[in-house]
């Protein structure tokens, strides 16, 4: 399977392209980091690819095998700011990333304990979300990333408001949680888009190599 | 699907199931902590406050005008002295007709009653038509006495009294051919009523009322009309009961004119009738305003896969729980208070449900009617954090 990005376009009104003739293209297995000055468009590509903007042109697919899929409805969030239901616990938190695979509470709960194993929460489920420490909390939001079955994996600046040490925890457990998945990871940190598969420099409305 | 293709799935539409989305709109409701507290505590007193305020003030001009028709209000009395009274029959057929709620027709005699054991006891005696049960709103027939005569002469209802003496007219009013003593019982009789007379004014009231039948004249005809139609029945009576050729004469039993209180109107007009809607409306306000400070969320339920329709229904569930939480409260508190304060409950029940229906109804409407509104895109809502 593969995410491909074709001829991406996107500018806000009244402003020059943000993004021109954009294209990308990711394999299953493969994380590519995505990084560039503030303002080059990183988060505006991610948000286009999982469907939260629309693009003002080209096309951007899911190939598995001879089948295009559309990528809205296959793409897990991991967010720049810890974005959690605030008032409820760290299993609930979970669950509802389970919920578009079209589970019922009591199986999403199931896999949402079985994914805080995975991140190195286990016995935290019961915990009230806000109780945990900002890589806890970080690492809570990928389980909730990785609980379904989506293939494609959108980050943006996953360990932004994180400690080097912590930031190092992270991405080591963000990338093993992902590692069947199509994952793109948007980050200023060169440590975060080493441990990538690949690096992509985004300026000037397109994207380019730099570690291939 | 290749074996490395996951999950993937061939629509872009929500998986989430209906069930789950209401499921998740209520535990945002239950664990909303302090916002919802603040907001269930809002919209509560809301509706609460005026349904109370509104409450105290109908009980209030209930237990007036309840008060202002036991001491005769709405009341018509006709008489007619030229034809030497009104048609007994006639009048107390009136009550039949649309308007009317009861009619009587009374005749004072100059028949004296006593006790069993003693009679030569000097009591007045007031020959009734069969609807004065009616005027004066008690059950149950035969003699009627009113309480300060029944409570001297420790009669109780079901007791027996002596009535002596037969007589065609009261020795001081004046001249009346009837022959109503030949209708009423004499010697002994039961006391069927014991109630308070005072609506039949001076004349009727200190007396013992004995049936009398509907036939020939009598010294007068009451008529209580029912709300709305007192003016109509003031203006129908003459013809209603005349005799002889001769209009009756018809008076209102108290005075009335502009200075005294009109009870429909007020209640008509009260201030706080119509609040209920402005309350559901600004309840339905304080919802947009709570979904606005929080559609960050919203943007992060899109990101975990909830299209449009299922964020809708999460967030209209939330509302609907907030919503009927608060009415049952408000129900509660201004029940409680209406009790507390002594409202009489039969009287305000209805009003005070039909604040609380019309706010919820407005409300509801709100609420959902909010669920289709645009918050801006997912993105902006999740960088508005």
Excluded at chain 1, 50 to 71: A, K
Excluded at chain 1, 189 to 202: G, K, W
Excluded at chain 2, 118 to 128: E, G, H, I, S
Aim: charged fraction near 20%; hydrophobic fraction near 45%; proline fraction near 4%.
């Amino acid at each position: 399977m593969r995410l491909v990005v074709e001829d991406l376009v996107f500018a806000h009104p009244g402003a020059p392209p943000l993004l021109d003739r954009l294209s990308l293209t990711a394999v299953m297995g493969e994380s590519v980091a995505i990084i560039g000055p503030s303002g080059s468009g990183k988060t505006t590509l991610l948000a286009l690819v999982g469907g939260l903007l629309r693009s003002g042109g080209g096309r951007i697919t899911l190939v598995d095998g001879e089948r295009e899929l559309p990528v809205r409805g296959n793409v897990s969030w991991v967010l720049q700011t810890v974005n959690v239901l605030s008032d409820r616990s760290v299993v609930d938190n979970i669950a509802v990333g389970a919920y578009a695979d079209g589970l019922d509470r009591e199986a999403a709960l199931e896999r949402a304990r079985a994914a805080l194993d995975a991140v190195g929460l286990a016995g935290q489920g019961h915990r009230d979300i806000r109780t945990l420490s900002g890589g806890e909390a970080q690492r809570a939001v990928i389980a909730r990333a990785t609980v379904s079955d989506r293939p494609v994996l959108l980050a943006d600046e996953p360990t932004g408001q994180l400690d080097r040490d912590t930031s190092a925890a992270v991405i080591d457990t963000l990338l093993g949680a992902a590692s069947a998945k199509i994952t793109l990871v948007v980050t200023h940190d060169p440590a975060v888009a080493a441990r990538c598969s690949r690096t992509l420099t985004l300026g000037g409305g397109t994207l380019t190599a730099v570690r291939p | 699907m290749s074996p490395d293709s996951g999950g993937a799935r061939e629509q872009s539409g929500s998986r989430w199931r209906v069930s789950v989305a209401v499921g998740e709109g209520l535990r945002n409701w239950r664990h909303g902590r302090w916002l919802t507290w603040a907001a269930t505590i809002l919209i509560t007193a809301a509706f609460a406050v005026p349904a109370i305020v509104d409450g105290v003030g109908v009980s209030r001009l209930v237990a007036a005008e309840r008060a202002w028709e036991a001491a005769g209000g709405r009341v018509l009395v006709a008489t007619n002295d030229n034809a030497g009274g009104v048609p007994r029959a006639a009048c107390e057929a009136a009550s039949r007709i649309d308007g009317i709620a009861a009619s009587a027709s009374l005749t004072r005699l100059t028949a004296r009653a006593g006790l069993v054991n003693a009679p030569d006891a000097d009591l007045p005696v007031v020959a009734a038509g069969a609807g004065v049960s009616g005027l004066l709103g008690a059950h149950g027939g035969g003699a009627i006495l009113p309480p300060d005569i029944a409570d001297t002469l420790r009669v109780t209802a079901g007791n027996a009294i002596w009535v002596s003496g037969t007589t065609t007219r009261a020795a001081d009013g004046p001249p009346i051919l009837t022959d109503a003593a030949a209708d009423i019982p004499t010697g002994r009789v039961t006391v069927g009523v014991v109630t308070d007379t005072t609506l039949l004014g001076e004349r009727y009231a200190y007396a013992l009322l004995l049936p009398a039948t509907a036939t020939g004249l009598a010294e007068a005809c009451f008529v209580r009309a029912e709300p709305g139609h007192l003016d109509a029945a003031r203006d129908a009576l003459p013809t209603l009961l005349a005799s002889g050729g001769q209009d009756a004469v018809v008076a209102d039993r108290l005075i009335s004119g502009d200075y005294v209180r009109d009870y429909a109107t007020e209640y008509r007009q009260r201030g706080l009738k119509d609040a209920p809607w402005a309350v559901g409306a600004a309840t339905a306000l304080l919802w947009l305003l709570l979904v606005w400070v929080r559609r960050s969320r919203d943007g992060l339920y899109t990101t975990l896969g909830a299209d449009g329709p299922t964020r809708a229904v999460i967030r209209t569930t939330e509302g609907l729980a907030l919503v009927g939480s608060s009415t049952l409260a408000a129900g509660t508190v201004a029940f409680g208070v209406l009790t507390i304060a002594g409202a009489d409950l039969t009287a305000v029940a209805g009003g005070t449900g039909r604040h609380l229906a019309i706010a919820t109804t407005v409300a509801i409407i709100g609420v959902v009617a909010s669920a289709g509104l645009p918050f801006g895109t997912p993105l902006a809502a999740l960088k508005d954090r």
